[in-house]
């Protein structure tokens, strides 16, 4: 198609760089990575912010967090670089700043850093190094510099990964996991059976995710065993069993039966604790509905849109394995993971184009040309194809459940009209 | 610029996404990352301007920026040319390709050649070292030089109120009660309100205009621009106060040559000191008594606190309390410019009286937020039919808080 030329296949996509907008004028367009760090900063209890950049940026992250004081003495401010500071860089000013919040009473300070002094070179990790000893605050930074990326999940996983600054080792509690990419609170839906049948064997659960408190934090080091829910926290995990050893199994981009009963495996192994059948019912209902998913799928053949912190390519290539042809999809981020879940969908005979929506209602007109059976995610606006809004939910569930629930969404799928070929146009 | 507790000033990029955002079959094209955009059509949608400027962006990533490409302006033209067949776009550089010396205006006059059906506008102050008023008045003016056809006086006498944008505090009441006055003393409608009620058509057609009314000093130089072009007269006044509202009706109708409506200015005024005459004793008997009480102090843009200060301590006689303006290119012998370090050290110190001041000030402070005079606040603003401060209407309104301040702050 003429309007998905300028498009570049998953094969050749290395990077944040290689995934084009479908169409080039942004309306709405995507948040900065600011934006998502700043949401999960100010949901961290006893985590202080300074953001540096334009007045735009501190105008606007007041929005998110509004108040220059957290409910438990957090402190929330900003640093505006002037034009001086833009060509002979902030780091006096900056350093000044940071020594005002600390003695003002900011204990671990996050610097959000935007898109000029990423730019000009700000060198925050050195600016750090030198003052660390002088403040009695701990210290951790992050750039989010909105031209490295398309969008905000960049603010999330970067901002998790940068708490990894402020842990240290400590003793291992066997009988601790770490699940991260889940915060703490009441969840509506019924708790995953995994995370029930482990309180059940006695090891205890902490949440680290939005919400969390910053002591959490701190202590996450004593587990062993870090799960991973979320691409968001895929790179804290690596930190952390870098840095201290802790074993991660990451369960967000297991599909098929097969994997999902090796990640259980190696969980199990993990925290040396067999896990005695106890997810028999929910493997078996979880074959019934891949076995149902596969005659659905096979020969049908839709567009990925935007589905919230799920990724896509990994459920392209399991839902390529039932014969589900993918005819485009939105990247929020190319993940590093991205790179080996490209190969196997190319293994299976799949290159779709990948894109960036950020004109939904031009982008849906470019779509609907397509001619697909089905829309994956919430559909913007009106459309005539069929979708499945309950996607990106998927990504607040995950192992067996996912699969029912996958295949409880694609119930509504409708049959392939058998007078119409996959990807023919309509006339 | 530096550490900032509360919102910093905001940038002349802001003040021109600000001017341009509520004109109506506009559509704006930012050269720059989404994130600009998207948080400024959410600030202004929070001001109460829903969807009249369309905003774009083109975004920016780092190989745009290590080679200077500019090829997504051009796609982005060219698909907003092709799709929404607007008559103008109007460009706008962010930050960063300010700072790597993206030189708009060339390449709009480069691109225009492609586009002879649209109108290519560029506009500056990509938020580098330009403040916000100044990048305000500096769209006002380019609006003025650019827009308007010549054209001449249309009948019936018509006006332009120039200056009513949405950074400023009730910004629509305000403009709704001076255009309710003008329909009513001189039987005026607006050709164009610059900019928080208007549409590029309307723009078009300021220079048919028998008066300029301005309502803020950034609008000045748009406003002789057009008497200069169109030989429109105008007049550069906010009025606050019963009397002061009379005088600028007055003025009006000396600078336009119509005689106002008598019947109408004495109802009014009738209205309004019939309306307000309960206030009187008590607030006598306070500026005997304890005038402290009744000291008013004053934060926010210069023109809306010289004004204020005109009516209540000119007017009323309260005593002046502390105040101050929001813009140091504003500030003079009698009215300094505070950083937040000198307001809230300003504010920390005076206790009592009447503070109106920025939602974000009030509320730091404790004090009553149904006194907000500007902005910055935390509260939305999407109900365009709250009270005004200027005019009659405006007056009662100032009362109205003054008299309730006083008597739920004292034991009266």
Not at chain 1, 76 to 93: I, K, L, N, P
Not at chain 2, 85 to 93: H, M
Request: contains cysteine.
């Amino acid at each position: 198609m003429k309007e998905t030329e300028h498009l570049k296949r998953l094969s050749t996509v290395r990077s944040n760089g290689g995934i084009k907008f479908l169409s080039p004028a942004a309306f709405p367009g995507s948040h900065c990575p600011m934006h998502t760090a700043l949401v999960l900063t100010r949901s961290i209890r006893g985590l202080s912010s300074l953001v540096v950049g334009m007045p735009e940026c501190a105008t606007y992250s007041r929005f998110v967090i509004p108040r220059a004081e957290g409910k438990q003495g957090e402190l929330h401010r900003m640093y505006v670089v002037d034009s001086e500071e833009v060509v002979f860089g902030c780091r006096a000013g900056l350093s000044e700043a940071v020594r005002r919040m600390a003695g003002a009473g900011a204990r671990h300070l996050m610097l959000i850093a935007t898109c000029i002094p990423e730019l000009i070179g700000e060198d925050l990790e050195g600016m750090l190094r030198e003052i660390r000893g002088q403040v009695p605050a701990r210290l951790t930074f992050v750039f989010m510099g909105h031209f490295k990326c398309n969008s905000h999940p960049q603010g999330y996983w970067k901002t998790f990964a940068a708490l990894g600054g402020f842990m240290e080792a400590r003793k291992r509690d066997p009988q601790r996991v770490n699940v991260l990419g889940q915060g703490p609170g009441k969840d509506p839906l019924p708790p995953p059976a995994l995370l029930d049948v482990l309180e059940r064997k006695g090891f205890h659960l902490r949440f680290l995710g939005l919400g969390t408190s910053l002591e959490d934090f701190l202590e996450a080091p004593d587990a062993a065993l870090n799960l991973v829910l979320s691409p968001l926290t895929e790179p804290l995990a690596v930190l952390m069993e870098t840095a201290f050893g802790i074993p991660q199994v990451g369960l967000h981009n297991v599909y098929g039966i097969d994997a999902i009963d090796r990640a259980y495996d190696s969980i199990a192994e993990k925290l040396e604790s067999p896990w005695d059948d106890a997810f028999r019912e929910e493997r078996q209902r979880a074959l019934r509905w891949q076995e149902r998913l596969a005659a659905k799928l096979n020969g049908l053949c839709g567009v990925f849109g935007p589905l919230g912190t799920l990724m896509p390519v990994p459920l392209a290539v399991y839902l390529a394995g039932f014969g589900f042809r993918p005819l485009l999809l939105h990247m929020e981020e190319f993940y590093p993971a991205d790179s080996g879940y490209a190969q196997e969908l190319n293994a299976l005979g799949f290159d779709p184009p990948v894109c960036h929506m950020v004109n939904f209602r031009r982008d849906l007109a470019l779509v609907e040309a397509m001619a697909a059976d089905l829309w994956l995610g919430q559909m913007p606006g009106k459309g005539k194809i069929p979708s499945l809004p309950g996607i990106p939910g998927l990504s607040a569930q995950f192992g067996y459940e996912r699969i029912c629930r996958l295949g409880e969404l694609m119930l509504n799928v409708p049959d392939r009209r058998p007078d119409r070929q996959p990807g023919q146009k309509e006339n | 610029m530096g550490l900032h507790r509360f919102r910093p000033p905001p940038s002349g990029r802001m003040g021109t996404l600000c001017t341009l955002g509520s004109i109506r079959g506009a559509v704006l094209l930012e050269f720059g990352c989404m994130g600009h955009i998207l948080y400024s059509r959410v600030a202004l949608s929070r001001a109460g301007i829903g969807e009249a400027c369309k905003f774009y962006s083109t975004h920016i990533d780092e190989i745009d920026i290590t080679f200077g490409s500019t090829e997504r302006l051009r796609r982005a033209i060219t698909d907003i040319v092709q799709y929404e067949k607007p008559r103008l776009i109007f460009l706008s550089p962010s930050a960063v390709p300010e700072v790597i010396g993206t030189d708009l205006p060339a390449l709009c006059r480069e691109l225009q050649r492609e586009y002879p059906e649209t109108r290519l506008l560029p506009f500056g102050c990509g938020g580098f070292n330009v403040g916000f008023h100044q990048g305000l008045g500096e769209t006002l003016l380019l609006l003025v030089k650019n827009l308007p056809v010549d054209r001449g006086i249309a009948e019936p006498p018509a006006f332009n109120l120039i200056g009513s944008c949405a950074d400023l505090f009730r910004f629509r009441a305000d403009a709704g009660e001076l255009i309710r006055i003008m329909d009513g003393a001189f039987g005026m409608k607006p050709l164009c309100v610059l900019t928080s009620d208007t549409a590029t058509a309307q723009i078009e057609q300021m220079g048919g205009g028998r008066i300029n009314i301005v309502i803020r000093r950034e609008g000045e130089a748009a406003a002789e621009y057009l008497r200069d072009r169109f030989g429109t007269p105008c007049l550069s006044l906010r009025p606050y106060g019963i009397k002061a509202t009379v005088q600028w009706i007055r003025r009006i109708g000396e600078i336009t040559g119509i005689a106002p409506d008598e019947d109408f200015i004495a109802a009014q005024v009738r209205e309004a000191e019939t309306l307000s005459a309960p206030c009187e004793a008590t607030l006598s008997h306070l500026l005997r008594e304890r005038p402290d009480a009744l000291k008013l102090s004053l934060g926010g843009h210069a023109d809306i606190v010289k004004g204020i200060m005109a009516f209540g301590c000119g007017e009323l006689l309260f005593p002046r309390g502390l105040c101050w303006c929001d813009d140091p290119e504003m500030a003079g012998e009698d009215l300094p410019y505070f950083s937040e370090d000198q307001w809230t050290r300003a504010l920390e110190e005076q206790k009592g009286g009447l503070l109106m001041a920025s939602g974000e000030a009030l509320a730091w402070a404790g004090r009553n937020r149904e006194m907000q005079i500007s902005n910055p606040g935390p509260r939305w603003q999407v109900n365009p039919y709250q009270p005004p401060f200027v005019g009659f209407r405006g007056a009662l309104h100032l009362l109205d808080l003054w008299i309730n301040e006083v008597t739920e702050n004292s034991s009266l």
